[in-house]
């Protein structure tokens, strides 16, 4: 007999919930981000040297991962597929946000560069954390 993907061998037990749970933090903290990044992207840019002509398009792309994390997160079943997109997506942002920070793209101020760094490592935690449920939810 076999289980669908997300699913326990035993009734009434939900092993996919944690990463549910952590697709579900992702999600609401990338939300709460992009509306802070588009709501403060005027005055943000002063002291983080990133221009304003950034912040939006950054904001806008942070609200529509939010949106995927949290439709992925309320699905009966969690796809690996889904999971494995959102690792990526975490693992090519860690990747961007560390290009940024040193590649003088943009003129960040020490403290921009410091909030780049920072942001990398939310998302590359992110990334750990949902690689983790995707073997899990793999493993079945």
Same mark, same amino acid.
């Given at each position: 007999?076999?289980?669908? =993907?997300?699913?326990?061998?035993?009734?009434? /037990?939900?092993?996919?919930?944690?990463?549910?749970? /952590?697709?579900? /933090?992702?999600?609401?903290?990338?939300?709460?981000? &992009?509306? %802070? @990044?588009? #709501?403060?992207?005027?005055?943000?840019? &002063?002291?983080?040297?990133?221009?304003? #002509?950034?912040?939006?398009?950054? &904001? @806008?792309?942070?609200?529509?991962?939010? *949106? *995927?994390?949290?439709? /992925?997160?309320?699905?009966?079943?969690?796809?690996?597929?889904?999971?494995?997109?959102?690792?990526?997506?975490?693992?090519?942002?860690? %990747?961007?946000?560390? *290009?940024?920070?040193?590649?003088? @793209?943009?003129?960040? =101020?020490?403290?921009?560069?410091?909030?780049? +760094? %920072?942001?990398?490592?939310?998302?590359?935690?992110?990334?750990?954390?949902?690689?983790?449920? +995707?073997?899990?939810?793999?493993?079945?």
């Amino acid at each position: 007999m076999s289980t669908p =993907t997300g699913t326990a061998r035993r009734p009434g /037990i939900d092993t996919s919930a944690p990463l549910r749970t /952590i697709l579900r /933090i992702d999600g609401w903290s990338t939300a709460v981000f &992009g509306v %802070v @990044v588009l #709501a403060a992207a005027q005055s943000l840019s &002063g002291p983080l040297g990133l221009p304003t #002509a950034w912040s939006v398009p950054f &904001g @806008v792309a942070m609200l529509g991962g939010a *949106a *995927a994390l949290g439709l /992925i997160a309320g699905y009966p079943r969690i796809l690996v597929r889904h999971v494995a997109f959102v690792v990526a997506g975490n693992a090519l942002s860690c %990747v961007a946000l560390l *290009a940024l920070a040193f590649a003088d @793209v943009i003129p960040l =101020t020490g403290f921009g560069v410091a909030f780049m +760094l %920072v942001g990398a490592l939310v998302v590359a935690v992110y990334a750990g954390l949902e690689f983790a449920g +995707l073997r899990r939810l793999a493993a079945r």
